[in-house]
């Protein structure tokens, strides 16, 4: 469970272009904390993964949540919540740059 606490943390942090140092200033957890958590050598408990998943924008479910796709299923099912949760804050532009970035993508 450990491990799976940190590889979400990781990638939450890749989907959000955060370093572990942002993460640290943000929920004022140490970044040895972090590192730790994120290496999978320390679970975040209690108050701790509450702030970090505060941080991240998620919720500590979905930081405890076993990670059971990988690679590609993996990134989509983590842009799919970005986007889900962030789409109402988006202008009409942004959601238009975003429709063509993922078209062209597709077109490859």
């Known amino acids: 469970m450990a491990n799976n606490i940190g590889v979400n943390i990781a990638d939450f942090l890749r989907a959000?272009?955060?370093?572990?140092k942002e993460l640290a200033d943000i929920s004022g957890i140490s970044e040895a904390a972090i590192s730790h958590?994120?290496?999978?050598?320390?679970i975040p408990r209690g108050m701790n993964l509450t702030r970090i998943?505060?941080?991240?924008?998620?919720?500590?479910?979905?930081l405890n949540e076993e990670n059971e796709i990988?690679?590609?299923?993996?990134?989509?099912k983590?842009?799919?919540m970005l986007i889900a949760r962030n789409a109402s804050n988006m202008s009409k532009q942004e959601k238009m740059e975003f429709v063509s970035l993922l078209l062209s993508e597709t077109e490859e």
């Open 53 to 62: 998943a505060q941080a991240l924008g998620v919720t500590a479910e979905e």
């Open 37 to 42: 958590y994120v290496k999978g050598d320390r």
């Open 78 to 80: 983590v842009a799919r």
């Open 16 to 20: 959000k272009g955060m370093t572990q």
């Open 70 to 76: 990988t690679g590609r299923d993996h990134d989509l």
